[in-house]
């Protein structure tokens, strides 16, 4: 009888570490890279700095550690992309300032490359009076 009861103790003993392993893995399995890409200003002047920030977050953590951070910068409709590797500045955000000479419509993906995922949000801003736009 006392075989029969240290066997299901152990059963149970295991079931229940097997199901605490389970939810903790559920838990980490919930979390994604998550991108937010902002510009400020979305329309400015011609030399006028814009500001982009992107705040990277994997579930509820700061991404400090990035293994790739970049902005992809071009003019619409134009086959010259300008892309720069940016830095972490605090916090799990990552920006750049830059000034533009050129007036028209422009668009930016911030490529992030964290916790074995990729994120590539996409923003429009304008310098300047707008242009053509590309298709959306």
């Not at 994997?58 to 550690?65: A, F, Q, R, T």
């Not at 910068?73 to 050129?102: C, M, P, V």
């Not at 916790?115 to 298709?135: A, D, L, Y």
Request: glycine fraction near 4%.
């Amino acid at each position: 009888m006392k075989k029969i009861w240290l066997l299901l103790f152990s059963v149970l003993l295991l079931t229940a570490c097997g199901t605490k392993s389970t939810s903790e893995k559920a838990d980490e399995e919930l979390a994604y890279l998550d991108v937010k890409l902002t510009i400020n200003p979305e329309s400015a002047k011609i030399n006028e700095p814009v500001r982009f920030q992107a705040k990277v977050m994997y579930g509820d953590k700061s991404v400090k550690d990035a293994d790739e951070v970049s902005f992809e910068i071009w003019r619409s409709l134009s086959d010259k992309h300008e892309k720069i590797a940016i830095q972490h500045s605090k916090d799990g955000i990552y920006e750049l300032e830059k000034n533009f000479t050129e007036e028209g419509t422009y668009y930016v993906y911030a490529h992030v490359t964290a916790e074995g995922m990729h994120s590539m949000p996409k923003k429009e801003f304008v310098i300047g009076q707008p242009s053509e736009p590309e298709e959306k």
